[in-house]
């Protein structure tokens, strides 16, 4: 197993049908969630914002295909009712199961259909790796791969699936995450653990400049490990957060390479993370990337327009890893090698370190090339 079902107490399945997909996620315990920011949240998101209050979930149903956003009441009401159709095939309280949907944006859920796929799942859910990777299946949408994490300690495990590929600028994170642990965790304390993850992995996730309308990230603590310590728990779920949301940068539409940008000499951590956030976003970076052209005066340029103080004559970039790693500009002054930079920028990820020179903040962001690709999947999408 290699996330969700290596954790004690959980158990999942799932079934995809053409672009429509169901998964059940069944776990019992403290809950948390971070949700999308965008104004126009989906249903199940607003389902959600109401029923995370109580702080717990025994289990979380998942449809793809159909978005459930922009559907009224009428889509609100679908949501409570997919609950209540999952819980019925689980014998569980219908408020306390959670609910999430991705796809297109202003349809209405096929209720039929999603009553038909629940009563298949449920009596498949198990604790296996097919299991779990049917679940992560399920809730794909243009997604290449389907998404795990998983950190295990001594005494803990932490799992998760992610589901994203396109409409990714995170305000929160622009996904489906759902990520368990068998820690022993209250509800409050789980929920800021949640949100510091959240801010430092699927926030700094961009693959188009997109925020979605159904951005949910849920995390149940099943309480079978017992006590563990806050602060390794917190390091954890962290690294289980950056590892998926490093898969969806590298799966983004049409991407064929991962952008890595670390941010460091910033004034602090949030300053250096909305430079590192912007570069990741420019269209003029992620075209460069993926034409291999070692134009790194976009760099410099989308650092500029991230709204952080810094001297731009005081600042250092290089491009690649390790021994790798080709210097191009070095405290304000110009060392570029582009040939070397040229070579730097080949394979499938590239990376740029760029020192602001102006204090102790450091952060990463993750992003993806822009290829014809891209256009061709979201010209295309609804027909």
Request: charged residues 25%; glycine residues 10%.
């Amino acid at each position: 197993m290699k996330s969700i079902c290596a954790v004690r107490g959980v158990a999942a399945s799932g079934i995809k049908e053409r672009k429509y997909g169901l998964a059940l996620i069944r776990a019992s315990g403290t809950a948390a969630g971070v949700f999308t920011s965008n104004k126009v949240r989906a249903a199940p998101v607003e389902v959600m914002v109401d029923r995370m209050r109580r702080g717990t979930l025994d289990a979380i149903v998942v449809n793809s295909g159909c978005a459930n956003a922009y559907t009224g009441e009428r889509g609100y009401r679908d949501a409570v009712e997919m609950c209540a159709v999952a819980a019925g095939s689980l014998d569980l309280d219908p408020e306390s199961v959670g609910v999430a949907s991705t796809g297109v944006i202003g349809r209405y859920l096929d209720l039929p259909l999603i009553r038909d796929q629940c009563g298949r799942v449920a009596p498949l859910l198990a604790r296996s790796g097919d299991a779990e990777d049917a679940a992560a299946r399920a809730i794909m949408t243009t997604d290449t791969f389907p998404k795990h994490a998983l950190v295990e300690t001594e005494s803990f495990a932490v799992g998760g699936i992610t589901k994203g590929s396109g409409m990714i600028a995170p305000n929160m994170g622009t996904m489906l995450a759902f990520i368990y642990t068998d820690a022993e965790v209250e509800a409050p304390v789980l929920q800021d653990i949640l949100r510091q993850a959240a801010r430092r992995s699927f926030n700094r996730v961009v693959v188009d400049g997109d925020t979605s309308t159904n951005d949910v990230a849920l995390c149940t603590a099943t309480g079978a490990a017992g006590r563990v310590d806050r602060d390794e728990l917190a390091r954890a779920v962290e690294a289980v957060c950056r590892d998926l949301a490093v898969q969806i940068a590298r799966d983004g539409e049409g991407a064929t390479k991962l952008l890595a940008v670390t941010v460091r000499g910033a004034a602090d951590e949030d300053a250096a993370a909305a430079v590192a956030r912007t570069i990741v976003a420019s269209p003029l970076v992620k075209t460069a990337i993926y034409g291999e052209d070692p134009n790194w005066g976009r760099v410099v340029a989308a650092a500029g327009r991230a709204g952080v103080e810094f001297d731009p004559y005081a600042v250092s970039l290089s491009v690649g890893e390790g021994a790798g790693r080709t210097p191009l500009v070095l405290r304000g002054e110009i060392v570029a090698d582009l040939s070397k930079a040229k070579a730097a920028m080949h394979g499938d990820t590239v990376a740029f370190d760029l020192d602001l020179a102006a204090g102790e903040g450091k952060a990463t962001a993750w992003g993806c090339d822009l290829t014809e690709k891209y256009v061709e999947i979201n010209g295309k999408y609804t027909t």
